[in-house]
């Protein structure tokens, strides 16, 4: 009776060979771009060595760099980015402890030292995005440019003294850095208050002010007993 049936013998595939041949391809990893490095010294920039102020570009592995807490240390390693559009900033001589007018990139790291950072943090200084600080002591943004950077680094993660007084990170620290990084509203608030605390004290002091004992209690702090 099988033998009657009309495709008895006629040619099937083997379920075998279906196996062999995937139902999905998978689709391809694509490599994930690398972002570029921010922060870095622009070559112009004066880094303290220990043998004088040289200009970030003449910087070389084993020179020795004066740090804000770990002394005179050894760079170790320095690399050259390829230049990338950029913000600029202006920073006023003085502005951040630097002896003459600069002109920076907005992602550049530097100190900043405040009463404010102390008494919240109970730090000297934290790190911050020098765009952060538009506004204050007369910084303010730039045209942007495209300027290559250069990266010093050292055995750790160190604030570099440059242009005669001011602190910039060496390499970037991130949230787990050695030092206090604060976001773009923090270091905003920070300042925020800076100036309230000094238009308050700027009052008191005047003469024709009058301000309650309680008031000058909580912005000098408590008398001593």
């Known amino acids: ?53 040289v200009q970030a570009r003449d ?6 760099v004066y740090t804000f807490d770990g002394g005179c240390q050894e760079v170790k390693t320095v690399r ?9 900033m202006h920073v006023p001589a003085g502005a951040l402890g630097n002896d003459c007018d600069l002109q920076l990139p907005a992602d550049q790291m530097v100190a900043l030292e405040l009463d404010a950072v102390e008494r919240l943090f109970g730090l000297p200084l934290v790190v911050v995005k020098l ?36 602190l910039m990170q060496a390499e970037t620290g991130g949230p787990d850095g050695a030092f206090k990084e604060l976001s773009l509203s923090e270091t905003r608030q920070i300042l925020a208050s800076e100036e309230g605390r000094a238009l308050a004290l700027t009052a008191i002091e005047d003469e024709d002010a009058r301000y309650p004992d309680l008031l000058k209690e909580l912005l000098e702090g408590p008398k001593a007993a």
């Open 1 to 53: 009776m099988l033998l009657d049936h009309f495709n008895t013998f006629a040619d099937f595939q083997p379920v075998g060979l279906l196996l062999d041949f995937p139902m999905a391809r998978p689709e391809p990893v694509q490599p994930t771009p690398q972002r570029s490095k921010t922060g870095g010294f622009l070559p112009q920039t004066l880094v303290e060595t220990d043998r004088g102020f």
């Open 59 to 64: 910087v070389k592995p084993g020179d020795m």
């Open 80 to 88: 050259h980015a390829v230049p990338r559009l950029t913000t600029m």
């Open 131 to 166: 765009i952060s600080l538009a506004g204050h002591n007369g910084i303010k943004a730039l045209s942007p440019e495209r300027l290559g950077r250069i990266h010093i680094e050292c055995e750790e993660e160190e604030l570099i003294w440059a242009e005669s007084g001011m």
